[in-house]
């Protein structure tokens, strides 16, 4: 028994909670329905007391004159509060984010003064018989349009009733039709109430869903880029990786051939760095690697591609750059690598890079593969004069090997 009602008490909880979040979106959602109903209402009471008013036929009794005129006259009334409600649901729909507050109180406030119509018509109705279906059209418009909580609407059908209850004495003095006007009203009254409760709970359960989904496509399409960008990036570094580099450099060198400009290459390599992982570890020589990546990237601009080729191995393609850009900006690498030593695990690790640059004049319609060719035989020529220099390829020697 007492696990059957922990249930039910979670259950009862997780239901508040979920009415809680779903409360300001609901709230919004009534006004908006509110809006179109309030267009509609405003013709009909104009229409209502144009008829009862001017066009119906003369009555044959005072009572009937006198029910006519008032009829008429809560169309009247009725119609200018919609119409102030409806400027103030307008306003606040036009409101980038609606104000909660003010929105539930409009919501509530609108649908009141619906209900306050309902009463007002099955309480002149009783003049003339014991009609109270003005009062249960009214409660179950309301009951799918407020889109109230169930305690809310509770308390609104409760109140809205009991001030028929009493009020239909002021018209009604048959006691029989007074018990059957209170008796249909109660019915009526039930059924909105329930109606409101399942409408309220299909748009909790909807709009859960529709958050749920919002969600797990948010949480797709994050896991899409993320596999994107590790299919085009080195996840160490950061930087992108060989494949990403050859297609984004192919692309580079057709627009240098579409708008005539030099393009410049260079390849740098890491010196002596598998004896960073046999002396200091493997951790180190990935702090080594993500450091240069991150010096590398600092020299570089917005529009230069860099690589991580593999291994301590790194590529950077610059567009509208000549031989004697090129070389500047290697030569900027190197010295940066050189004056600032990896600290990992309270030691400073020194290294150094090698790196051969090459380039393409404007109107060269050589292949990367040539250009990457180029520039690797110039690294080659650097590690063997020496390591940790910039060495250019048309400096090089001529060498089949690659570094």
Known sequence: MSDAFSRLRAWFRAALLDSAHIQPEATAESIRRFRIFM??????????????WWLA??????????????????????????????????????????????????????????????????VADQWVGSNTTNYVMLSLIVAMLALLRPVAAA???????????????LTQNDKAMLDMARSHSFTGTVMSLVASVVMWRQYVSAALLRRQLTESNASLEKKQEE?????????LTGLRNRRAFLLEAEHELNRALRYPSETGILIADLDHFKRVN????????????????????????????????GGEEFIVLLPGTGTA??????????????????????????????????????????????????????????????RNRVVHAEAAPSHPASA
């Open 325 to 386: 850009g090129t070389a500047v900006v290697a030569e900027k690498i190197r010295r940066a690598i050189e004056a600032a030593p990896v600290a990992h695990a309270d030691q400073h690790i020194a290294i150094t890079v090698s790196i051969g640059v090459s380039s393409l004049p404007a109107h060269d319609n050589s292949a990367i593969d040539t250009l990457y060719g180029r520039a690797d035989q110039a690294l080659y020529a650097a590690k063997a004069e020496g």
């Open 155 to 169: 308390l609104l059908f409760a109140v809205a009733y009991l001030a028929l209850y009493h009020a239909m004495t």
């Open 39 to 52: 267009t509609l209402g405003i013709l009909a009471n104009i229409a209502y007391l144009s008829y009862f």
């Open 57 to 122: 036929p003369a009555a044959a009794t005072p009572l009937q004159q006198r029910y006519g005129n008032t009829i008429g006259l809560i169309h009247a009334v009725n119609a200018a509060g919609l119409v102030v409600c409806w400027l103030c649901c307008h306003h606040l729909l036009r409101k980038a984010a609606m104000p909660p507050v003010q929105a539930r109180l409009l919501q509530v406030l609108i649908a009141a003064w619906v209900m306050a119509f309902g009463i007002s018509l099955s």
């Open 278 to 309: 046999d002396r200091y570890g493997h951790p180190a020589g990935d702090a080594v690697l993500r450091h240069f990546a991150d010096l590398l990237k600092a020299q570089l601009r917005d529009s230069d591609i860099a690589a991580r080729l």
């Open 227 to 235: 596999l994107s960008y590790l299919a085009t990036h080195d996840a």
